[in-house]
């Protein structure tokens, strides 16, 4: 596959980053096939993994770790991330530099390896400053644990924060953003990716294929696949819910757009996402070798301006057809005491 630069950093990445969400508990428990998916996408020219400590409560880690042990951990662009809750004790998660110090380690011991080359903060934290969780990223780099740190699923105005607080600080910046984005959710084209453009960062898009709704299974006239996403996600899937209905017929018109140009669904979906000259990578996350194989041709797939026109009036710029496809509800639209004047 063809490299691009992850942002200013000068890494280079391939536009395919094998994302290992599903391997364990949340998707495949088989860890031999998984780490045979790893195998797989590697020797298929992969160079990029992410990860993240909550993935199946560290068991994701793990098994990238067995599926690098043995010689092929240099040769990755190894990244993970931390914030979501890991225990209950209440100082397991977040961006405290207590816990980003202490997971960052959990991280090294699962993964098994002496550094991560891109740590990410899974989610902003309205408790925790910006600048102390910039300044423990800053230690760790320092301190030759990570190479890298970014973002994930942050606002375009936390994205600029993060950017003046580091630069205000001398604290270590963050160099790329894992923002969601698909044809369906395509809210990031207003803000965040010409943010991201403008501060040189990459972007690393996930669930380019719509959480499943763009892997072909999504038609008007069809069952309704079983997915364990969906259970655990049902605000996503729940088709009473208008925003759920928008997806499910565009996401058939989209299908039969891309029969028409010879082309499977997930291979528009992910040149979709590619094709943005503000997006470095699209997260691929198989559960299933099938699923991988389905997915790896994509890369080398170009849409064309027609074609693109008419994904725009399927799904016009900008919007989100269901708003809790952004992955984030900042905490002024979840508590209502911030919005009304006591």
């Not at 092929?72 to 530099?97: C, F, I, Y």
């Not at 400053?129 to 942050?154: N, P, Q, V, W």
């Not at 072909?216 to 309704?224: F, L, P, S």
């Amino acid at each position: 596959m063809r490299m691009r630069a992850l942002g200013a950093t000068g890494v280079q990445v391939t536009p395919l980053c094998l994302g290992a969400m599903m391997f364990g508990a949340w998707g495949n428990p088989d860890h031999d096939e998984s780490v045979r998916i790893v195998h797989t996408a590697l020797d298929a020219g992969i160079n990029f993994i992410d990860t993240a400590d909550v993935y199946s409560a560290g068991e994701s880690e793990l098994i990238v770790g067995k599926a690098l042990a043995g010689g092929r951990r240099d040769g990755v662009v190894l990244a993970t991330k931390a914030h979501g809750a890991m225990g209950r004790d209440p100082n397991e998660r977040g961006n405290s530099r207590r816990w980003l110090i202490r997971e960052c380690e959990n991280s090294l011991r699962r993964l098994g390896t002496d550094y991560i080359d891109l740590y990410q903060i899974h989610r902003p934290d309205p408790a925790t400053d910006i600048d102390e969780t910039l300044s423990a990223l800053t230690d760790l780099i320092r301190a030759g644990k990570i190479c890298y740190a970014g973002s994930s699923t942050f606002p375009a105005a936390q994205i600029v924060e993060a950017q003046w607080a580091a630069q205000r600080r001398g604290r270590e910046r963050f160099v790329c953003e894992q923002p969601p984005y698909s044809i369906l959710v395509r809210g990031i084209e207003a803000d965040v990716l010409p943010t991201c453009q403008a501060y040189q960062m990459g972007v690393i898009a996930w669930g380019p294929l719509g959480s499943g709704w763009l892997s072909g299974g999504y038609r008007k006239d069809a069952e309704v696949p079983a997915s364990r996403r969906a259970q655990r996600l049902p605000h996503r899937f729940d088709l009473s819910l208008p925003g759920n209905q928008l997806k499910l017929e565009a996401a058939d018109q989209l299908a039969g757009l891309a029969a028409e140009a010879g082309m499977s669904l997930i291979h528009l979906a992910l040149a979709f996402v590619l094709q943005h000259p503000g997006v470095t990578s699209a997260i691929i996350g198989p559960r299933t070798m099938e699923h991988l194989d389905s997915q790896l041709g994509a890369a080398d797939v170009r849409l064309s301006p027609d074609l693109l026109d008419r994904i725009d009036e399927i799904v016009p710029p900008g919007i989100n057809l269901n708003p809790a496809d952004r992955g984030y509800d900042p905490p002024a639209l979840v508590t209502p005491a911030l919005r009304r004047r006591s």
